[in-house]
C-alpha cells in the first residue's frame, strides 16, 4: 500500500530564515517522489521530483529535497524563505500498479513567511 | 504552450441542480484525472481515465460523472445526488505508463451551491 504523512499542518518561519517542510511515505512498489506547491484558488505546480537517480534533488525558487530510504522521508528545505513562499506544499508519491500512474498526496502543510 | 485549461474558475449552483466542469488538455496526455480539494483533508480522486471512452471511480465518485469521448477533454458533472459539493475542484493529466512524469494541473474550478 501507498501513503504519504505530512507531519505538520502549518509550518511558519521569518523571511530569510530556513524551510524544513516533512515528509514521510511507504510503498509497497519503488516509488517516485514529488512536490507540489499550491498558491490559493490556484492549480498546483511541481517543485522537484525524485525518480530514482540522485538522492538530493533540486528544484525551482531555491528548494531541494533529499530521499533517505532508510527513513521513508522525502523532506523539502529552503536556506533562506522569501515571502513568496507563502503557500501550501504537497508530498506526493506515485507508484505504478497494474501499469497505472497513480498519485497519493499528502495531506498538505501551509507555510507561512512572516517579515 | 501546451497546457490543461478548466472553466469556469467560479461557478456557483443551487440545490437539486447538475452543473458540468470542463477540463481540455493540449499536452497529448493519455491519462486524466479529477480530485477534489477541501481544507485539511488534500486532495480526493473521484474518478480518472486511461484512455478515450473509458474511465474508472476513484476513492469518492458517489455523485460524480464523467466521460471521455475525447482525448483532450475530461469534463465532470457534478449531480444532485452529491450532498455536499462545495469545494474547489483540480483536473489533471499525466503520460498514463510513466511514473516519473508527475501530474500536470489545472487551475481549478471553486464550486459553491447557493
Known amino acids: 500500500a501507498q501513503s504519504v504523512t505530512q507531519l505538520d499542518s502549518h509550518v511558519s518561519v521569518s523571511e530569510g530564515t530556513p524551510v524544513l517542510l516533512r515528509c514521510n511515505y511507504s510503498s509497497s512498489y519503488s516509488p517516485s517522489l514529488f512536490w507540489y506547491v499550491q498558491h490559493p484558488n490556484k492549480g498546483l505546480q511541481l517543485l522537484l521530483k525524485y525518480t530514482s537517480a540522485a538522492t538530493l534533488v533540486k528544484g525551482i525558487n531555491g528548494f531541494e529535497a533529499e530521499f533517505k530510504k532508510s527513513e521513508t522521508s522525502f523532506h523539502l528545505t529552503k536556506p533562506s524563505a522569501h515571502m513568496s513562499d507563502a503557500a501550501e506544499y504537497f508530498c506526493v508519491v506515485s507508484a505504478n500498479p497494474n501499469n497505472f500512474n497513480k498519485f497519493y498526496f499528502g495531506s498538505g502543510t501551509k507555510l507561512n513567511v512572516k517579515p | 504552450d501546451g497546457g490543461i485549461t478548466q472553466s469556469p474558475k467560479y461557478l456557483f449552483r443551487k440545490e437539486g441542480q447538475n452543473v458540468t466542469l470542463s477540463c481540455e488538455q493540449n499536452l497529448n496526455h493519455d491519462a486524466m484525472y479529477w480530485y477534489r480539494q477541501d481544507p485539511g483533508q488534500g486532495l480526493r480522486l473521484i474518478y480518472y481515465s486511461q484512455i478515450v471512452n473509458d474511465f474508472q471511480k476513484g476513492d469518492i465518485a458517489e455523485g460524480y460523472s464523467v466521460s471521455r469521448e475525447k482525448k483532450e477533454s475530461f469534463p465532470l458533472t457534478v449531480t444532485s445526488a452529491q450532498k455536499n459539493p462545495t469545494a474547489f475542484y483540480l483536473c489533471?493529466?499525466?503520460?498514463?505508463?510513466?511514473?516519473?512524469?508527475?501530474?500536470?494541473f489545472g487551475s481549478g474550478t471553486r464550486l459553491t451551491v447557493v
Open positions: 489533471a493529466s499525466s503520460l498514463d505508463r510513466d511514473r516519473n512524469y508527475g501530474y500536470t
